[in-house]
């Protein structure tokens, strides 16, 4: 599709899991970032893709959070042993590689931890 | 750090009311700044931008004119619709890294 797509739209794991989550971007933006969105905290920064390389990745809660790209497309935000905390809309978002261009986001994985 | 910050709602209006919700930033620097909007059950979208004082982004019939002297972004419609319910949040961003969200407000017209 056009758009940036992210799977699975919804998990629901048990506390102390480990989650993947799948960003593909939108063709040919090179620059990718991950969001999270939580009542009480709203949109909150995670990391920032440029390539495969992460110039900011700053906004990560703790070392239970990474994220990887590979082939300057598809991104994966891993959570180790997850807290209820986590629970989340998790958003992914691209750009054009230049200056001042618009995020578009992807719909999000609502992540649920019991 | 950066931050944003935007008129708290809930805001409720009547269909054709006008609107206004309001926006203000702390950076260090020209930042480029943003609305975004939140459809009932939808993704974030881009409404407007601008990227420089006094450029004016506008989409949908709504503006927002980046006033660098009092370091606002307001949104404004004339005259809104039921279809124009959503969450709406100001954001800033420097060239292509991380945008900083405010925490969204949520608005309601009723007809």
Redesign the interface.
């Known amino acids: 599709g056009a758009g940036v797509s992210q799977s699975p739209s919804n998990k629901v794991t048990e506390k102390g899991k480990d989650v993947e989550l799948r960003c593909d971007p939108i063709s040919g933006h090179t ?1 990718l ?1 991950w ?1 999270r969105q939580s009542l009480g905290q ?2 909150e ?1 995670l990391i ?1 893709f ?1 390539g495969n390389s992460a110039p ?1 990745k700053s ?1 990560l809660p703790s070392d239970r959070f990474s994220a990887e790209r590979t082939g300057g497309s598809v991104s994966t935000l891993t959570i180790q042993r997850t807290q209820q905390e986590d629970s989340a809309v998790y ?1 992914c ?1 691209s ?1 054009r ?12 994985t609502r992540l649920s931890i019991l | 750090g950066d931050s944003v910050t935007q008129m708290e709602g809930p805001v409720t209006l009547s269909e054709e009311a006008c609107l206004t919700i309001n926006c203000t930033y702390t950076a260090t620097g020209y930042p ?1 700044l ?1 609305w ?1 909007v939140q459809y009932p059950g ?5 409404l407007l ?1 601008a ?1 420089k004082a006094d450029d004016k982004g506008s989409n949908k019939g709504f503006e927002a004119t980046y006033r660098k002297e009092t370091t606002s972004f307001h949104l404004e419609k004339g005259s809104v619709q039921v279809s124009d319910s959503a969450v709406y ?1 100001c ?1 800033l ?1 420097f ?10 407000t949520r608005l309601t017209i009723i007809p």
């Open positions: 620059a970032y969001y709203g949109l920064f920032y440029q900011d906004g958003l978002a750009s590689d230049s200056s001042n261009q618009p995020q578009h986001f992807g719909d999000g | 480029s943003f975004y939808e993704g974030l979208q881009l931008k990227t949040f954001a961003g060239g292509n890294e991380k945008l900083t969200f405010g925490t969204g």
